[in-house]
């Protein structure tokens, strides 16, 4: 059973140019998350998405990113005209439909990705 | 805002010493709270996860304590080996959010 894959797992990019990050998710897991780590920092939550739906993206910056989790294939990060700012590791995790209980709480696991270093010259 | 704190930012021991990682967080209202293992270039492994009704759990050398109400957990390492060299992450997740909030990370150097 694959984990969760990434691809590219290094891109540069050219500012103002396109960059596209693909997230396949574990076998039979439909929900998907995308984090950002910055140089010297922790990782930060971006967008939660699952099948053809964005439950929560609170953490996407308001404009040039946008994710997408299609009914078939792989969840997308797009970020557009980029800046050397968005020069990060980007992170993706899976988690299945099933939120199993222990005790009062229904709880997740997610699993993550290798990632996909951005940089940006 | 949750915060996550996790200190120190990097340790050196020699092999074999049981050493401890902190992590503290500012709002006690979480669900659940999992640490990772980040090895340098390489994706995050899950170690252990603590729901908020749990107090702690393990795995081989691995012991993670919850204290909820003061808003700490430990991430406990028995005789640790060169191969647990790596950057150890505290995260946690609130009721009605499924987003993880990290920490920065404690630098952990296993010295043979």
């Known amino acids: 059973n694959a984990g969760v894959m990434q691809n590219p797992r290094h891109l540069v990019r050219r500012r103002g140019q396109e960059a596209r990050l693909r997230c396949s998710p574990m076998?039979?897991?439909?929900?998907v998350y995308w984090y950002r780590q910055l140089p010297e920092e922790g990782l930060k939550f971006m967008v939660y998405?699952?099948?053809?739906?964005?439950?929560?993206e609170s953490g996407m910056p308001k404009e040039r990113f946008s994710a997408e989790f299609p009914k078939e294939g792989p969840s997308i990060l797009r970020i557009q005209q980029v800046v050397r700012g968005d020069s990060a590791a980007y992170f993706c995790?899976?988690?299945?439909?099933?939120?199993?209980?222990?005790?009062?709480?229904?709880?997740?696991?997610?699993?993550f990705g290798p990632g996909t270093r951005l940089t940006v010259l | 805002k949750q915060e996550v704190t996790q200190i120190p930012a990097a340790l050196s021991v020699p092999e074999g010493e049981n050493l401890v990682l902190n992590c503290s967080f500012t709002d006690s209202a979480i669900y659940n709270l999992q640490w990772f293992r980040q090895d340098p270039g390489k994706g995050l492994t899950s170690l252990l996860l603590i729901q908020s009704s749990q107090r702690e759990q393990t795995s081989g050398r691995l012991n993670a304590s919850l204290d909820k109400s003061s808003g700490r957990s430990t991430l406990y390492i028995a005789a640790s080996q060169p191969g647990d060299s790596a950057t150890y992450l505290c995260a946690v997740t609130q009721g009605g959010s499924e987003k993880l909030v990290f920490g920065k990370g404690t630098k952990l150097t296993v010295n043979p």
């Open positions: 076998k039979g897991h439909s929900h």
């Open positions: 998405l699952q099948k053809e739906n964005i439950i929560d």
């Open positions: 995790a899976s988690s299945p439909p099933e939120r199993r209980t222990s005790g009062r709480e229904p709880y997740n696991e997610q699993f």
